[in-house]
């Protein structure tokens, strides 16, 4: 070792890699380089065979059977909701709801806490930076209730313009939705600063952290945000889990969202009561395995430990940038000084999607895109870019193989 | 295992760094726009007829990938001056070549379009290769509506 490793011992990627087993496959005859992990990561072996035990073992349903099976199930289920609260450093087990997604998370407050509370008049803060997903659900808000979309633009390096910010906020304003970390270019937004700005004028807050889940510590009580919504499958755990924390007196205030089994205390055609937190959001019967198997994900990336996973992280996309510039012809698109895990970039005269197909050849994965944030490529006056994004898992060699691959593409286009 | 150069032959990257025939054409009988929604690749197709039957001019402009704009470069060369039955016919056979993995490969039916036979290996990439086609089928046809390959 030359350079001092962070914390003083050295990251053992190569034994974090042996826990997932198709980083072990090849593509096109060639070692798998995956760096797609924005759009989802990998799995360890451990989420894996915490399914495959749980369908094979105790598979039952949950909060309703007497039996072994379903009080195991049960058990398991609320074991996942206690360490994902650990996890984010949530006041209650009672504020963690599980959703199918980001998506959904937001889909829900919006509906949830908004559609009975906003009126014409009232304002809602997003960036022009977001996901669409982060989008979409405010605009449907607004077209229920008649509020205003505002939007805090970006500079050209992809950070927000908090004096814009400041100004946006007023009296109207009533909710601010950011994401922590943007998907397309990579920026850390100022989140404790954004939230305490928006409580100043009695604003709720709302925090996409569907980037941010796998990068980076989570502490909610620190941000003070209201509510803070993450994705499983980007955090190594399945697809079609996910995670919405809000604080317990606004939860409590909010109506149900979706209506069924599971989310009452008694039916009657008079008069129906709905069941306490968390379960007065969890209608139906939920994605079992998949909560289960995102507490093993919690457990596998806690036993790493986040502040070592984002230490190894910075250090590789500095990598990865240093070595990006230095490509002739390339343009990054997101510079922020404060960034994690993505590199999203153009390259004079070949399309991103050409390159991603270039790439795919020598087994490396990257997206092409507008990455699901069209006003974002809108902003920078470009159709798509490639985004290589990072997992603890990647390694500087596999950084290598991608400006080897833009290369290789450089060569067949010009 | 087929190589990316087979993809991305030297007519394809030719046509794409010179695309033939781009540019709008004012005063165009027929205009209409057709894009791709997952990749943002977007083109307008500008059409003269001479009478009703045949494609006397056809230019287009917007942006893509490489596929998208060798394909219609490739389009445009190919459908001047051939009457509506015709290119529909050209269509048919090109679109067989790309999404049926089944038929035969017969290349000389589409001339130089052949050289975009590779992209049939790249389901992901077929709508690139068709875009300008459904669009210029849509104009064709008489629609008003842009044209989404979603």
């Not at chain 1, 992990?37 to 495959?52: C, F, G, I, S, Y």
């Not at chain 1, 077209?143 to 970006?154: D, M, R, S, Y």
């Not at chain 1, 996973?309 to 990006?324: F, N, P």
């Not at chain 2, 219609?72 to 679109?95: R, W």
Request: proline content about 4%.
């Amino acid at each position: 070792m030359t350079a001092a490793a962070p914390h003083g011992a050295a990251f053992p990627v190569e034994r974090y890699r042996a826990d997932f087993p198709v980083l072990a496959r090849r593509v096109h005859d060639q070692p798998l380089v995956y760096l797609d992990n924005a759009a989802t990561a990998q799995k360890p072996r451990q989420v894996m065979e915490t399914l495959d035990d749980y369908y094979r073992d105790y598979n039952s349903n949950i909060h309703r059977g007497v039996h072994t099976l379903s009080e195991q199930a049960t058990a398991a289920y609320e074991a996942a909701r206690k360490k994902i609260q650990t996890f984010i450093n949530a006041a209650s087990h009672q504020e963690i709801i599980f959703v199918r997604g980001t998506t959904e998370a937001i889909n829900l407050v919006a509906q949830s806490y908004g559609r009975n509370r906003l009126g014409a008049g009232d304002e809602i803060i997003v960036s022009e930076m977001e996901h669409h997903s982060n989008i979409v659900p405010w605009q449907l808000l607004c077209e229920q209730t008649g509020a205003t979309l505002q939007v805090i633009p970006i500079n050209d390096a992809g950070e927000l313009d908090m004096d814009a910010y400041k100004n946006l906020l007023g009296d109207n304003t009533r909710i601010v939705a950011i994401g922590h970390i943007s998907n397309a270019l990579g920026s850390v937004n100022p989140v404790t600063e954004i939230t305490a700005l928006a409580h100043a004028v009695g604003a709720v807050v709302l925090l996409d952290g569907a980037q941010a889940a796998p990068h980076t510590s989570l502490d909610v009580a620190a941000l003070d945000c209201d509510f803070y919504a993450f994705s499983g499958h980007k955090l190594f755990g399945p697809t079609g889990i996910g995670v919405l924390y809000g604080k317990q007196a606004l939860l409590e205030a909010m109506p149900p969202y979706h209506g069924g089994g599971d989310m009452i205390k008694m039916v009657t055609f008079k008069k129906t009561l709905y069941n306490d937190l968390p379960y007065k959001f969890e209608a139906g019967t939920p994605y079992i395995a998949g909560v289960i198997g995102l507490g093993a994900a919690v457990d596998y990336v806690s036993a790493i430990g986040m502040d070592q996973i984002q230490a190894y992280e910075d250090e590789l996309l500095r990598y990865a940038t240093t070595a990006a510039v230095g490509v002739p012809g390339l343009t990054l698109i997101g510079t922020a000084a404060h960034k994690a895990g993505i590199l999203s970039f153009v390259l004079d005269g070949i399309h991103p999607h050409d390159l991603g197909t270039i790439l795919d050849h020598d087994g490396i994965a990257i997206r092409a895109g507008h990455h699901c944030a069209m006003p974002v490529m809108e902003r920078y006056r470009v159709p798509a870019t490639a985004r290589a994004s990072f997992a603890f898992y990647n390694t500087r060699e596999e950084v290598d193989k991608l400006i080897a691959g833009i290369d290789k593409a450089k060569d067949i286009f010009n | 295992m087929f190589d990316v150069k087979d993809l991305y032959q030297e007519v394809i990257v030719d046509h794409n760094r010179n695309p033939r025939n781009f540019g709008k054409l004012d005063p165009a009988d027929k205009t209409l726009e057709g894009f791709n929604p997952l990749c943002g690749d977007r083109l307008t197709l500008y059409l003269n007829m001479d009478g009703e039957e045949r494609i006397s001019e056809v230019g287009f402009d917007g942006h893509g990938c490489a596929i998208s704009i060798a394909s219609a470069s490739l389009m445009t060369e190919n459908v001047k001056g051939k009457s509506v039955p015709e290119a529909e016919a050209i269509f048919n056979t090109f679109h067989t070549l790309l999404t049926d993995s089944s038929a035969a490969l017969d290349l000389e039916r589409v001339g130089k379009l052949a050289v975009l036979a590779g992209v049939r290996d790249y389901p992901s990439r077929v709508k690139c290769a068709t875009l300008c086609w459904h669009t210029l089928k849509a104009l064709l046809e008489g629609g008003g509506e842009p044209v989404s390959t979603e």
